[in-house]
């Protein structure tokens, strides 16, 4: 697609509900990043994916969270059991490589409300 | 503290002035970037700096930085109504050999027109 895709854009639940986030890279991206938002913080990294290596999951704030991404594909953030701590924006970015030099592109976003 | 803090945390200019934000970082980076946001979704690239550059421009955006002091700046001429939105440089850590991109709480700037 023209860009990254995320969705669903809006999403409620209720704490304790497991929660997936979608997130559709740039095609020929081979980096793809997770971060999460919370309201008037910056970002907040989580994990990074680079091709078929080991992802980065040093961010991922505790056992609950875990992503999944299949080649260099579409990812999955999945929330098990959700806390209302977990309401936040989170947000997804590809780029052509991994690397420090390559600007990454972002989605708009999923907006996630635990109530 | 974390890698890139922006100073100062919200601006408030009239249209047509010029905008200054400054970002401070702690390790040793490869490059610094700056990106925008508007209405707290999608972050939108708007310039990349490589540690061994000391200035760059793009557009009425002209970026500083100075590796010795561990600080960047952004500046916006002629400011817009349009430029309202919150910016947030973003660094790497050469150091830890990592490709995390960490981002600071951002500069909230509002344009009056």
């Known amino acids: 697609g023209a860009g990254v895709s995320q969705s669903p854009s809006n999403k409620v639940t209720e704490k304790g509900k497991d929660v997936e986030l979608r997130c559709d890279p740039i095609s020929g991206h081979t980096a793809l990043y997770w971060y999460r938002q919370r309201l008037g913080q910056g970002l907040e990294f989580l994990i990074y994916f680079q091709g078929n290596s080991a992802p980065d999951k040093s961010g991922l704030p505790s056992d609950r969270f875990s992503a999944e991404r299949t080649g260099e594909s579409v990812s999955t953030l999945t929330i098990q059991r959700t806390q209302q701590e977990d309401s936040a924006v989170y947000l997804c970015a590809s780029s052509l490589v991994l690397g420090w030099n390559t600007e990454a592109f972002f989605g708009q976003g999923t907006r996630l409300t635990v109530v | 503290s974390q890698q890139g803090e922006e100073d100062p945390q919200a601006l408030s200019i009239q249209e047509g002035e010029n905008a200054t934000m400054n970002c401070s970082y702690k390790t040793s980076i490869n490059n610094l970037q700056w990106y925008r946001q508007n209405s707290g979704r999608g972050l939108v690239h708007l310039i990349l700096?490589?540690?061994?550059?000391r200035e760059k421009h793009s557009g009425r955006l002209r970026v500083t930085l100075d590796t010795s002091k561990k600080s960047s700046s952004l500046l916006i001429t002629a400011s817009r109504a349009a430029d309202t939105a919150s910016y947030f440089c973003a660094t790497d850590d050469s150091g830890a050999g990592s490709y995390q991109l960490t981002f600071g709480k951002g500069t909230k700037l509002s344009v009056i027109p």
């Open positions: 700096i490589r540690s061994n550059e």
